[in-house]
Antibody, heavy 117, light 103 residues
Framework: QVQLQESGPGLVKPSQTLSLTCTVS??????????WSWIRQHPGKGLEWIGY???????YHNPSLTSRLTISIDTSKNQFSLKLRSVTAADTAVYYC?????????WGQGTLVTVSS | EIVLTQSPATLSLSPGERATLSCRAS??????LAWYQQKPGQTPRLLIY???NRATGIPARFSGSGSGTDFTLTISSLEPEDFAVYYC??????FGQGTRVEI
């Protein structure tokens, strides 16, 4: 059964860069037909789409985050990654990675990232 | 960027009742709309894709309809486990703000 697992620091200082990696348990990341997504959820709030990337490297970002955002993919490691620069307390959230295709959506368990000095 | 607006924010119903949730897009998304269910402490679960298709394993009491800018998720007869927050999403992109279905 395919699994996605987020990893990265749980605490980031203001103005620094938040970096997360999602490791996929099989090699579907090399296949076409999926988009590899990042989503976040502020404490007690709704879901916010961050962006996604295809196995080709093409990316699509939430316009409100794009100036601070980099999403990349490493198919040799079955991983894709998120970097969010110049973070503030407003970036404190649970961050999820997900694999999406028509009719199927598989999510990681999520990781809480707190922005605080 | 397309904005999805869900209504109502909260729906207070009893088991056995019918739930009707709305999602309106600021511009047409054709049929590229999905619905998710999220329970406390859990990750979201895909219910409906392409506006009206149930995802694998989703009970028949869940149905979706609509196209263009107006979409509806209907739960025909609420079961206790259906009390949760429901989100619509333009395929792979923007989410609505959610509708809480509560007892």
């Amino acid at each position: 059964q395919v699994q996605l697992q987020e990893s990265g620091p749980g605490l980031v200082k203001p103005s620094q860069t938040l970096s997360l990696t999602c490791t996929v348990s099989d090699d579907s990341i090399r296949s076409g037909g999926y988009y590899w997504s990042w989503i976040r959820q502020h404490p007690g709030k709704g879901l916010e789409w961050i962006g996604y990337i295809y196995n080709t490297g093409s990316t699509y970002h939430n316009p409100s985050l794009t100036s601070r955002l980099t999403i990349s993919i490493d198919t040799s490691k079955n991983q894709f990654s998120l970097k969010l620069r110049s973070v503030t307390a407003a970036d404190t959230a649970v961050y999820y990675c997900a694999r999406d295709t028509r009719g199927n959506s598989l999510w990681g368990q999520g990781t809480l990232v707190t922005v605080s000095s | 960027e397309i904005v999805l607006t869900q209504s109502p924010a909260t729906l207070s119903l009893s088991p056995g009742e019918r739930a009707t949730l709305s999602c309106r897009a600021s511009q047409s998304v054709s049929s590229s709309l999905a619905w998710y269910q999220q329970k406390p402490g859990q990750t979201p679960r895909l219910l409906i894709y392409d506006a009206s298709n149930r995802a694998t394993g989703i009970p028949a009491r869940f149905s979706g309809s609509g196209s263009g800018t107006d979409f509806t998720l209907t739960i025909s007869s609420l079961e206790p486990e259906d009390f949760a927050v429901y989100y619509c999403q333009q395929r792979g992109r923007t989410f609505g703000q959610g509708t809480r279905v509560e007892i």
